[in-house]
């Protein structure tokens, strides 16, 4: 840890930075996956998944920033290679075989929620260590996600539903 005046403890931010860290590297897999949809989506929704899966690459490229420079902020290393992110990702591969739009959709979608639940789980953690404000980093990128979420499955054909009768 470098030296800093920031007042949270030593052990809570140490414990904070190991956080961090591990979803720094997954949001920087996340990102490399969304750009891997958005590199190589095919089909009849082309345009549209292909301008969505840059605009939610970008978005999560802003809270890997934000995440980055709340660990330089504690005291900590951001650890943002491509390589620490390949070997400490949370996340499922991704198949680099898929074209399909529909297949992009499903695979980015699992990754966000993935992402997404991981970053709920940290907010509570974070808490538990008194370090709030990284449990406020971590509840702003879970509803950043959640969004971002919404808007990929927005692109899944709705099952039929049955509405009660009045």
Known sequence: MHATRNTLSENARTM???LLNKHLAA???LEGQVKQAHWNVRGPNFIALHKLFDTVAAAVST???QIAERTGGLGGT???TVQVAAAHSFLVPYDLGVDD???HVFAVAGSLAAFGESSRAAISVASAQGDLETADLFTEVARGIDQQLW???SHTAPKASVRPSH
Request: proline residues 0%.
């Open 16 to 18: 904070s930075v190991e």
């Open 27 to 29: 949001s920087i897999d």
């Open 63 to 65: 809270y890997s920033d």
């Open 78 to 80: 951001a650890e943002g």
């Open 101 to 103: 739009g529909t297949r």
């Open 151 to 153: 808007l990929v499955e």
